[in-house]
């Protein structure tokens, strides 16, 4: 055996201890700064201002990514999305009832800068995020829905009182890895409302259905608004987990791992 070839040798059992030895560490040290809240990626704890701003990001960037890479990938300009930030009206129901058969299209209405435009995308950063700001994913098809965000309805959650109260949004099972990927600290409230486009909007106003459909759409939410004391019960108020850094918990999909869904162990990463 060459010299060479002796010191190689060596030099590969020393660099498996170390290894063996270092990484098993390392791991610990990185599951017991994950337990304690601390974000890798910024090496502190962020403030609970910090935290939520990064789960308001985390959220309108990934609701844009995504319907962006799903228009590509299927050759269509199936979803739009836009934001209004700073929205100056954020009471959706007034929106709605100001809204109908005013001639304007949906982004006028609400005051939408229409970041996505089915297969085309234009630039935006956080700063295109002050709040209170307004995100709406929709679809500009006849009969098309739209999903509403309200940052300011997005808040941090006791996860002492999941499980209880009419949402029963039990807790799911955090693992030993979702824990290392920072996991299992923090649950926000991230409601939102659905509802169709065609009653805030001008598209199509000239086919023969087109009234009779926006007459539909309006009875529709309004018969939702009617229904509810506050604004609050307007929307669906789901929960969700989210790590150390602000990113919501999401299924292989892209979806978000909503609290109390009914996905199976092979759709959580």
Known sequence: MSIARFFRHKLYWVLAIVFCVFMPMMTVTTYYAQTQGMCLRAGRVLSADELRLAVLTDLAT????????????EGGDYFWAGINSPAQETNIQKIINTSFNN??????????????????????????????????????????????????????????????????????????????????????????????????????????????????AYDLVTATFK????????????????????DILRTKGGDILWLGSNFKDEDIP
């Open 103 to 216: 001639g304007k299209s949906f982004e006028e209405n609400f005051g939408l800068r229409a970041i996505l435009k089915g297969r085309k995308k234009e630039s935006y950063t956080s700063h295109d995020m002050a709040e209170p700001f307004l995100l709406a994913v929709y679809s500009p098809l006849t009969r098309g829905s739209v999903t509403v965000y309200l940052s300011s309805d997005v808040q941090k959650i006791d996860s002492a009182k999941l499980g209880t109260g009419s949402q029963a949004n039990k807790p799911l099972e955090i693992t030993a890895y979702k824990r290392l990927l920072g996991y299992g600290n923090h649950y926000f409230n991230i409601p939102f409302l659905i509802f169709g486009r065609e009653c805030c909007d001008n598209r199509d106003q000239d086919d023969e259905g087109y009234m009779e459909r926006k007459q539909q």
């Open 227 to 246: 229904s509810m004391a506050t604004i609050e019960g307007y929307f669906q108020n789901p929960s969700a987990i989210v790590s150390n850094c602000g």
């Open 62 to 73: 990934n609701e844009i990514e995504d319907h962006f890479a799903y228009n590509l990938e």
